[in-house]
């Protein structure tokens, strides 16, 4: 028997009051053959009938017998659903081999997925996406997706399910977009494929930012190699950074910066900073740069603190606190965390126990947005000493004193809740032996706290516990409580950071 699709013929009665709400009424009693596209085959089984219309619309052939079983057994196994099915299709040697123009791929998709024909304005703006870069199989799961393809999934006891789309290129329009782009604009030609996998996924995965990304771009050999005059230079990145040609006020303006000794990479980093390009990034809707997070486990084996009384050496406590903290760190989204140090070497420039020069440089060499020191605490006084607990530095006259307080407080709050430590608070400390910011005020007493706010951000101390405090001690021997140390950071770092879960 042919199955027939049935048509809801919906007839719309105006209300002829003003003010009463029209009236619909669905008329169910009108049946219709559908369009020939969408007309299950003379068979009885609908999954069968629904292979062979991918046949019919994809491949435009009957289906060889051994084929159809196949599909129809992948379906019925539920092995596969509705839209993997068609992807199988699409991305069939056969069907990729067909030289197909846009258009012609694009009426496949209307028929198959949508069962009408295309209308000019849908047909220009998919047009549109395949000539901004996005690839063919990005525009089929467009389609789909649709309700429309779930509707005729539906009519066959299908299941549509989703595509499953594994390129880089295909896993964010806005990424895809933004480098394509970068080629057109920057280098003067299209996308190789290679290259833009590579770039997206370093976009994508927080590898990259979109700066660092223009910045590849802008300083590649390929671009050098243009030999470009200045003027040319800032024309260009008008069109990256600003989406538009330059003003000649604007580019008068940046020439004579350049005149006056700015360099390139100045100019860059002006425009690559600018709000518009901030502005820029959020409308083509880039993931947001990832939270750039460095930890620095205190000390190390040159600059060793060795308490063998205690039964530990600090810098060991401070690294595996430092470990956990980020293997947790590392479950949620948007961060990227660095490590000063991972074993026992020395970060700084080894000129003694009391360098620590190297670690804030460190941090400002990987663009830290923020530098936390992990320590553990002694009261100086010997063992067994009765001061005891967690406590934080921070600063206190710089622009980031706020900031690394809440950071620190947050901290603080998981590590005492979390792990049997007295909270003893955030702490501030300045001397005015150390001099002064450049802003006038007294500089904080720690140099990791002082220079991070010289390089740029905020820089906090985390003093886990006492080293020299019976009960902090029997804590600091045992490896599971400085796990949980560390996942206590962690935790307290996600939540002044409003970190969420992978
Ligand atoms: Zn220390």
């Given amino acids: 028997m042919k199955i027939k699709k049935r048509i809801l013929t919906i007839l719309i009665v105006f209300a002829m009051c003003i003010g009463c709400l ?24 609908p999954v069968e009938a629904f292979v062979e219309r991918l046949y019919t619309n994809i491949l435009q052939r009957d289906p060889d017998a051994d084929g159809l079983q196949d599909w129809t057994n992948v379906l019925k196994s539920g092995q596969e659903q509705g839209a993997r099915v068609a992807q199988g299709f699409i991305e069939s040697p056969e069907f990729m081999s067909r030289s197909l123009t846009d258009t012609e791929y694009l009426t496949i998709l209307y028929h198959t997925f949508l069962d009408r024909e295309a209308d000019a304005a849908g047909l220009a703006a998919w047009q549109q996406v395949l000539n901004d870069g996005l690839s063919r199989l990005h525009v089929f799961k467009g389609f789909v997706e649709s309700d429309e393809f779930t509707a005729i999934c539906a009519d066959y006891g299908i299941i549509r399910g989703n595509a499953s789309l594994t ?15 970068c080629y057109r604009l920057c280098l003067g030609r299209e996308v190789d494929q290679d290259g833009l996998n590579s770039w997206c996924s370093q976009l994508l995965n927080g590898a990259n930012t979109a700066k660092d ?20 230079y800032i024309k260009v990145l008008y069109r990256v950074f600003m989406d538009r040609e330059a003003d000649s ?13 700015a360099s390139r990479e100045d100019i860059f980093n002006g425009f690559a900073d600018s709000p518009e390009f901030a502005r820029l990034c959020e409308e083509m809707n880039l993931p947001e740069p990832p939270l750039r997070i460095v930890l620095d486990p205190g000390h190390d084996d040159i600059c060793a603190r060795n308490h063998p009384d205690l039964g530990f050496n600090e810098q060991d406590l401070n690294q595996k606190i430092a470990l956990a903290c980020r293997d947790e760190l590392m479950t949620y989204e948007g961060v ?16 003694g126990s009391d360098d620590v020069t190297g670690r804030t440089a460190y941090a400002a060499s990987v663009q830290g947005d923020v530098f936390i020191s992990l320590h553990n605490n002694a009261s100086g006084l010997g063992y067994p000493s009765s001061a005891n607990g967690a406590c934080a530095f921070v600063s206190v006259h710089s622009g980031y004193a706020e900031e690394s307080k809440a950071l620190a407080q947050s901290i603080l709050d998981e590590l005492t809740s979390s792990v049997d430590l007295r909270n003893l608070g955030v702490m501030t400390r300045t001397d005015l032996s150390k ?11 720690y140099y990791l706290i002082s220079s991070s706010v010289e390089r740029g951000f905020p820089g906090i101390i985390i003093e886990h516990a006492f080293m020299d405090n019976p009960h902090d001690n029997a804590l600091l021997k045992n490896d599971e409580q400085l796990k949980a140390m560390g ?3 962690a935790t307290g770092i996600a939540r002044y950071y409003n970190l969420t879960k992978r």
């Fill in 167 to 181: 390129a880089p290129m295909d896993q964010n329009e806005g990424v895809t977009r933004f480098i394509v782009r």
């Fill in 336 to 351: 990227q965390v660095f490590l000063t140090r991972e074993d026992g070497s020395c970060p700084d420039n080894g000129i």
């Fill in 435 to 445: 001099g002064r910011y450049p802003d006038g005020n007294v500089k904080d007493f």
């Fill in 487 to 489: 996942i206590a950071d």
């Fill in 213 to 232: 990304v223009a910045y590849g771009f802008v300083f590649s050999d390929e671009f050098q190699s243009k030999n470009l005059s200045d003027e040319d």
């Fill in 249 to 261: 006020a604007g580019l008068s303006d940046w020439l004579s910066m350049m005149d006056n000794g």
């Fill in 22 to 45: 029209p009236v619909y009424a669905e008329d169910n009693s009108t049946y219709s053959d559908s369009a020939e596209t969408s007309a299950p085959a003379e068979t009885s089984d």
